[in-house]
């Protein structure tokens, strides 16, 4: 049998809320936890919009870590 517990809808909306900030809460410590492992990286802004605008990926980030074509092996496979 299922039990029903009745609460009024103000009481229901704050722990609804609540469970939302949690959650939020949640992804955040794991974010902050893979930039600290090193598993994943920030982008400023204005590269993040440069990728948005449809600029090649490859130039983007080749500018953002300050790459010219030069530093690349001439004889990639």
Same mark, same amino acid.
Request: proline share 4%; hydrophobic share 40%; charged share 35%.
């Given at each position: 049998? *299922?039990?029903?517990? *009745?609460? %009024?809808?103000?009481? !229901?909306?704050? $722990?609804? /809320? *609540? #469970?939302?900030?949690?959650?939020? $809460?949640? @992804? !955040?410590?794991? #974010?902050? /936890?893979?930039?600290? /492992?090193? =598993?994943? =990286? +920030?982008?400023?802004?204005? !590269? /993040?919009?440069? +990728? +948005?605008?449809?600029? @090649? #990926? $490859?130039?983007? !980030?080749?500018?953002?870590?300050? $790459? *010219?074509? +030069?530093?690349? %092996?001439?004889?990639?496979?």
């Amino acid at each position: 049998m *299922t039990e029903m517990v *009745t609460i %009024p809808r103000e009481e !229901y909306d704050r $722990l609804r /809320a *609540t #469970a939302e900030d949690l959650a939020d $809460l949640q @992804s !955040y410590d794991r #974010a902050k /936890a893979r930039l600290a /492992a090193g =598993e994943d =990286e +920030l982008i400023p802004a204005d !590269y /993040a919009n440069r +990728l +948005l605008n449809g600029e @090649s #990926a $490859l130039r983007v !980030y080749r500018d953002l870590r300050g $790459l *010219t074509r +030069l530093h690349w %092996p001439k004889n990639r496979a």
